[in-house]
């Protein structure tokens, strides 16, 4: 099995990621697994790096799984855990970014003002040279992911905006916004890469070199 770990305690988000991830992959076995401590929405430093504590609490009960999906757009816990499995432990900002970064300039678009440093020092830390920043929509993050209709304009909004900024290529940064990211990627200003989809490309790739080894 393909673990996609939603680091953040909403079982609701989880099932709809999953649901987006056997949609775009469904010839991989995947299972669901859920944050066991932390906030139902990561929306600043610290909780992104309680998130990452979660995520390394689950390592005893991912050394069976074939691979690893850490979707939160943070990576939360993503090297730690790398460094503690032996199977390929993949990152959704870090699928999503390298993949746009082949593109063009990359922009991020999301809900969570409070994220941008870190989603810049992944950015840095990924060594994207073609990095334009991150757009972010306005008003408050857990409200707006309460209405989808509005989650869906703001983003929009935010993508058109960072296209004219100069953004060739857009990353929808969140594992919550998984479901909005595939209703407005029609409409983008410029081509649109969904993160989700984006890390089983990865983890199938990489799934695919130890075999060949």
Same mark, same amino acid.
């Given at each position: 099995?393909?673990?996609?770990?939603?680091?953040?305690?909403?079982?609701? +988000? $989880?099932?709809?990621?999953?649901?987006?991830?056997?949609?775009? !992959?469904?010839?991989?076995?995947?299972?669901?697994? +859920?944050?066991?401590? *932390?906030?139902?929405?990561? +929306?600043?430093?610290?909780?992104?790096?309680?998130?990452?504590?979660?995520?390394?609490?689950? *390592?005893?009960?991912?050394?069976?799984?074939?691979?690893? =999906?850490? /979707? !939160?757009?943070?990576?939360?816990?993503?090297?730690?855990?790398?460094?503690?499995?032996?199977?390929?432990?993949?990152?959704?900002?870090?699928?999503?970014?390298?993949?746009?970064?082949?593109? *063009?300039?990359?922009?991020?678009?999301? $809900?969570?003002?409070?994220? @941008?440093?870190? =989603?810049?020092?992944?950015?840095?830390?990924?060594?994207?040279?073609?990095?334009?920043?991150?757009?972010?929509?306005?008003?408050?993050?857990?409200?707006?992911? /309460?209405?989808?209709?509005?989650?869906?304009?703001?983003?929009?909004?935010?993508?058109?905006?960072? /296209?004219?900024?100069?953004?060739?290529? @857009?990353?929808?940064?969140?594992?919550?916004?998984?479901?909005?990211?595939? /209703? =407005?990627?029609?409409?983008?200003?410029?081509?649109?890469?969904?993160? @989700?989809?984006?890390?089983?490309?990865?983890?199938?790739?990489?799934?695919?070199?130890?075999?060949?080894?």
């Amino acid at each position: 099995m393909i673990a996609l770990v939603n680091p953040n305690t909403s079982r609701a +988000t $989880t099932s709809a990621m999953l649901r987006i991830a056997r949609t775009a !992959a469904p010839d991989l076995p995947l299972r669901g697994v +859920t944050a066991p401590f *932390g906030v139902p929405l990561i +929306t600043e430093p610290r909780a992104l790096d309680r998130a990452g504590r979660a995520v390394l609490h689950l *390592g005893p009960h991912l050394r069976t799984d074939q691979a690893v =999906i850490v /979707a !939160a757009f943070g990576d939360p816990g993503r090297v730690a855990l790398r460094r503690r499995l032996k199977v390929p432990v993949t990152g959704i900002a870090e699928a999503s970014l390298r993949e746009a970064a082949l593109l *063009g300039r990359v922009a991020v678009v999301t $809900t969570t003002p409070n994220l @941008i440093g870190r =989603i810049a020092v992944t950015a840095r830390s990924l060594g994207l040279t073609n990095f334009a920043g991150t757009w972010i929509t306005p008003g408050v993050p857990a409200q707006l992911h /309460a209405n989808p209709h509005a989650l869906q304009k703001a983003l929009l909004d935010a993508c058109h905006r960072a /296209a004219e900024g100069g953004a060739e290529v @857009i990353v929808i940064g969140g594992g919550p916004l998984a479901l909005a990211a595939r /209703a =407005i990627a029609r409409d983008a200003p410029v081509p649109l890469i969904e993160p @989700i989809p984006a890390a089983l490309r990865l983890t199938r790739a990489r799934l695919a070199r130890r075999t060949a080894r």
